[in-house]
T-cell receptor, first 112, second 111 residues
């Protein structure tokens, strides 16, 4: 069965550093999303991406965040200057038009 | 304010029991999702529904749009069903992936 993959599984970084989280969505999917889950809290929507551009973003997704689909397969989330409060599990998901989303296994980001 | 409320927060059941998890929402939606989050953190989509009822194996999901309520049922529960079950909704008029998530229901099924 096709699956969404994410790398790395765990990233430790120092405050102020840039991080790039990578995702490989399912190949024929058209819609791509990033979510985050701070430890012990509920999952939160960050951004949706369709047709090579952001279609919607949440208040969390400020200027420190950016997304790209650089080569038609990878889908990346960049955090420009990490803060302690960025520590969370980040999930990528992809979807065809009308069916359920497929989630990746997540990247645990720890900012120290 | 919580736009998606789940109950109960925690649920312990004996193997074989019939389980119901409830979800209420306060916004207009285009779809409702039931997700399963494993202890390791991974999320699996169980159902996406906008009306009626869906069944997959021992899992059944129902939605009542007028009452803004959905239920997830597990028949003949098994210890491997132990996980956090999350209800999430797509707001009507928003992008499909702009989901509002509930806090989840932690289910533990004892052998």
């Amino acid at each position: 069965e096709p699956e969404v993959t994410q790398t790395p599984s765990h990233q430790v970084t120092q405050m102020g550093q840039e991080v790039i989280l990578r995702c490989v969505p399912i190949s024929n999917h058209l819609y791509f999303y990033w979510y985050r889950q701070i430890l012990g809290q509920k999952v939160e929507f960050l951004v949706s991406f369709y047709n090579n551009e952001i279609s919607e973003k949440s208040e969390i997704f400020d200027d420190q965040f950016s997304v790209e689909r650089p080569d038609g397969s990878n889908f990346t989330l960049k955090i420009r200057s990490t803060k302690l409060e960025d520590s969370a599990m980040y999930f990528c998901a992809s979807q065809t038009a009308i069916y359920e989303q497929y989630f990746g296994p997540g990247t645990r980001l720890t900012v120290t | 304010k919580n736009e998606v409320e789940q109950s109960p927060q925690n649920l312990t059941a004996q193997e074989g029991e019939f389980i119901t998890i409830n979800c209420s929402y306060s916004v207009g939606i285009s779809a409702l999702h039931w997700l399963q989050q494993h202890p390791g953190g991974g999320i699996v989509s169980l159902f996406m529904l906008s009306s009626g009822k869906k069944k997959h194996g021992r899992l059944i999901a129902t939605i009542n749009i007028q009452e803004k309520h959905s239920s997830l049922h597990i028949t003949a529960s098994h210890p491997r069903d132990s996980a956090v079950y999350i209800c999430a909704v797509s707001i009507y008029g928003g992008s499909q992936g702009n989901l509002i998530f509930g806090k989840g229901t932690k289910l533990s099924v004892k052998p």
